[in-house]
């Protein structure tokens, strides 16, 4: 229980999360709008093991790790300075912690295997979505509850994004996703 108030006192300290649109708003409770994939997908396989789960339980903010810079397409996975910034004190004995700190101090890029992908030939932007005051858990699912991240939604499939671009008034035409004549 002490270590566990320590951790949380000690985050809560290492991390200025700044207010982007891809946090929830206050304590109000943000709904799943994709629906579940009708088929389970494993999580992928990881370099270092992590949990959303954990992470979110102490508070922080979707946009602590996962920035979106210009031009907006894709998040990001966080520069490992970043879960440094904690784990040089948190739980630092962890093995997993340990090739955390390796990588940190080889200045390599932790290899992290991205979840959803963008299907070739759709012109996509976060941004976007974001701009429009959509949530992570809106497209995602349960983020909150994962320990592994798994492709829970249905989120890359044409007619969940028809039916959320309905829903939310935003343009329908082929050409809002679709660049024709495909790169070749």
């Not at 894709?74 to 700190?101: D, G, Y």
């Not at 992908?117 to 858990?137: E, Y």
Request: proline residues 10%.
């Amino acid at each position: 229980m002490i270590v566990m108030l320590a951790a949380a006192f000690s985050v809560a300290s290492c991390v200025t999360p700044k207010v982007r649109a891809q946090e929830p708003a206050g304590s109000a409770e943000v709904k799943q709008e994709v629906p579940d994939n009708p088929t389970d997908h494993e999580p992928p396989e990881q370099p270092i093991p992590y949990s959303h789960k954990v992470h979110l339980a102490l508070g922080l903010p979707c946009a602590t790790c996962h920035t979106n810079p210009e031009p907006g397409n894709l998040m990001t996975f966080p520069a490992t300075a970043k879960c440094m910034s904690c784990h040089h004190a948190i739980a630092k004995n962890k093995p997993s912690i340990q090739k955390l700190a390796a990588y940190s101090k080889s200045g390599e890029t932790i290899p992290w295997v991205r979840v959803y992908k963008v299907l070739p030939g759709i012109t996509w932007s976060h941004k976007k979505h974001l701009d429009a005051g959509m949530k992570c858990q809106m497209c995602h699912g349960p983020v909150a509850e994962m320990d592994r991240m798994s492709e829970a939604t249905s989120v890359t499939t044409m007619g969940v994004c028809l039916s959320c671009h309905k829903e939310h008034g935003a343009p329908m035409v082929c050409s809002t996703c679709h660049s024709w004549p495909p790169a070749s």
